[in-house]
């Protein structure tokens, strides 16, 4: 199994960038698909994106609209989210996540992380 460990979300002011990294440990990294949820006060967990076993391809949900983007360093054992022109909208709980193959929904991974919150003033 692998355990996995958020860090860098904070409060950041509409328009402002954050970068979140998920640090893994336990079985090797590049055998898991990583992906990023969040999850809003009262709201379901969310897919936010997901990137392949090398990082080569990625997917992400509907509302990112490029303001996101996800990526690997399998070397570091570390997955991240660069989070650019954040609204109050995308204040939640961010979750990394792995899973031995594909999927966007939240019963597809077997591995979570803690969370980080990210909050974004107006």
């Known amino acids: 199994q692998v355990q996995l460990a958020e860090s860098g979300g904070g409060l950041v002011q509409a328009g402002g960038s954050l970068r979140l990294s998920c640090t893994a440990r336990g079985r090797t990294f590049s055998r898991y698909v990583v992906a990023w949820f969040r999850q809003a006060p009262g709201k379901e967990r969310e897919f936010v994106a997901l990137t392949d076993y090398s990082g080569a391809r990625t997917y992400y949900g509907d509302f990112v609209k490029g303001r996101f983007t996800i990526s690997r360093d399998n070397a570091k054992n570390t997955l991240y989210l660069q989070m650019n022109n954040l609204k109050p909208e995308d204040t939640a709980v961010y979750y990394c996540?792995?899973?031995?193959?594909?999927?966007?929904?939240?019963?597809?991974?077997?591995?979570w992380g803690q969370g980080t919150q990210v909050t974004v003033s107006s």
């Open positions: 996540a792995a899973a031995s193959s594909y999927g966007s929904g939240v019963s597809a991974y077997d591995y």
